[in-house]
């Protein structure tokens, strides 16, 4: 029921978070095409982030960190490829969007007393 919850909340956190940003849209603002795209996201989060995390280690470590939003950016960018309707204009977009959507949903989720893990 919590992972119900949590994809519920992602999916308007990515709705707010694309009404917000210029350069990523959402056909129609259709919340759909933003489930399809919490649900995409999920799965590459669970699946692909770590193997990219990994194998970036080196600079991960060079950067102090700031690689991760690299990582990020190039998820969302996966996204707009695997999900009809969801565009992003370029890497900066997706960066950003990436960077508000976990502030947005970190907000929804303290706000709905929904937990991590």
Request: overall charge positive.
């Amino acid at each position: 029921m919590n992972f119900i919850i949590k994809l519920i909340l992602s999916t308007v956190a990515v709705l707010i978070t694309a009404w917000l940003l210029p350069g990523v849209s959402i056909d129609g603002n259709s919340f759909f095409t933003a489930f399809i795209l919490a649900i995409v996201l999920a799965f590459l989060n669970a699946v692909l982030k770590p193997i990219l995390v990994f194998l970036t280690i080196p600079v991960t470590i060079l950067t102090l960190g700031f690689f991760y939003l690299v990582i990020n950016a190039l998820i969302i960018i996966l996204a707009k490829y695997m999900v009809e309707g969801f565009h992003v204009n370029g890497f900066f977009p997706a960066l950003l969007f990436s960077i508000v959507l976990s502030f947005i949903s970190s907000i929804l989720d303290a706000l709905a007393g929904v937990k991590k893990g």
